[in-house]
């Protein structure tokens, strides 16, 4: 994980498989005084790879290409102000895009545990009822 912003120590850290975002701040030093925890969901299972970006206060989430996304970043992450990541989402996050109910939500965990995460986006139209109408639907919205 590549951890930025209000820690300690920003930089590279290795994290077991399964460890949480709180695990990746904990392990650049901890957040410093500035840090807005509360913009982190601190509890979400990280997927490898990950910048971790830890805002100060009144801080504004960076924006392009090169902004961190993921599910503290939107809707479900590691940065503020992104897409929700296919591969560490819940269910329930899932429900809140756009033409995700439960049931399409469950396939699509249900997907990812059975063959593993999604190598793209368009992975998704592996998953049933998810056809090119509903994967535009989402594609600004979610990320791998």
């Known amino acids: ?3 930025v912003g209000a820690v300690e120590r920003p930089g590279v850290v290795r994290l077991a498989v399964g460890s949480r975002v709180l ?3 904990e392990s650049a030093g901890g ?4 840090a807005d925890l509360a913009r982190l969901n ?3 299972v990280l997927a490898d790879g990950e910048q971790v970006v830890v805002l100060r206060a009144g801080e504004e989430a960076p924006s392009g290409p090169e902004a961190p996304s993921g599910p503290d970043a939107g ?3 590691t940065g503020g102000g992104g897409a929700l990541d296919l591969n560490g989402a819940t ?3 899932l429900e809140a895009l756009p033409g995700i109910g439960p049931v399409l939500a ?3 965990v249900e997907h990812r545990e059975a063959y593993g ?3 793209s986006v368009d992975g998704l139209l592996e998953v049933s009822g998810v056809g090119p109408a509903v994967l535009e639907k989402l594609r600004s919205g979610v990320r791998v």
């Open 91 to 93: 269910a329930g996050e």
């Open 23 to 25: 695990d990746a701040v």
């Open 106 to 108: 469950q396939r699509i």
């Open 75 to 77: 809707p479900g992450t």
């Open 31 to 34: 957040a410093t005084d500035e």
């Open 1 to 3: 994980m590549h951890v």
């Open 42 to 44: 601190l509890a979400r």
């Open 117 to 119: 995460p999604f190598a």
